[in-house]
């Protein structure tokens, strides 16, 4: 599982933005979080690559695709409490996939604001913190779907943001085929 690094004081994105380049970091609440060595399995990528494709191909061939997007980590997600400037927000993260439906948000340095859908393959040294603390984190900022999916399992947690936050997921196998509410005229399969 990814450790906090010992700092004494609560960080931001402008010191994020000094970070090592070969060095790959999540800030949560102003809490730095390494993320871990050794790189993600072969078969964590392979689920990457095809969910991307699939999104891809269809965003490439969509009305709306000109303005929806697919990106993978690393990407930087700034998540702000509320208007404060860049330099100040306290949340940047990079999840496996994150499909943004309002253009308006992106800039050079990534995204701001929350993601329409989120997508985490989960692996052991990330899989509590996804599961925990992220699908919170993603919940209190408003990301409309979070999905979590568990290759050695094979199973899809579908979490969608309701009135009451996201409730108890949708547990599927990953078989078959099944939409996103962010997209649902896109079928993965």
């Not at 697919?70 to 306290?90: G, H, K, N, Q, S």
Request: aromatic share 10%.
């Amino acid at each position: 599982m990814a450790q906090p690094a010992y700092k004494p004081s609560r960080f931001t994105y402008a010191d994020y933005c000094t970070w090592p380049d070969e060095e790959r970091w999540e800030l949560i609440d102003g809490e730095p979080y390494a993320m871990l060595s050794p790189a993600p399995t072969r078969t964590h990528q392979e689920v990457v690559v095809e969910l991307v494709r699939q999104i891809g191909n269809f965003l490439q061939g969509d009305l709306q695709g000109d303005r929806r997007r697919v990106y993978i980590a690393p990407f930087d997600i700034r998540l702000p409490y509320r208007d404060e400037a860049d330099a100040t927000v306290e949340t940047v993260v990079q999840p496996d996939i994150a499909v943004i439906c309002d253009p308006s948000k992106l800039d050079e340095k990534g995204y701001r604001g929350a993601p329409d859908w989120i997508i985490e393959i989960l692996s052991p040294t990330s899989a509590a913190k996804d599961q925990i603390r992220i699908r919170a984190l993603y919940e209190r900022h408003g990301v409309r779907e979070y999905w979590l999916v568990h290759p050695t399992d094979r199973v899809l947690f579908m979490y969608r943001l309701g009135t009451d936050g996201y409730g108890k997921p949708d547990i599927l196998p990953t078989v078959g085929s099944c939409t996103p509410a962010a997209i649902p005229d896109l079928v993965i399969d």
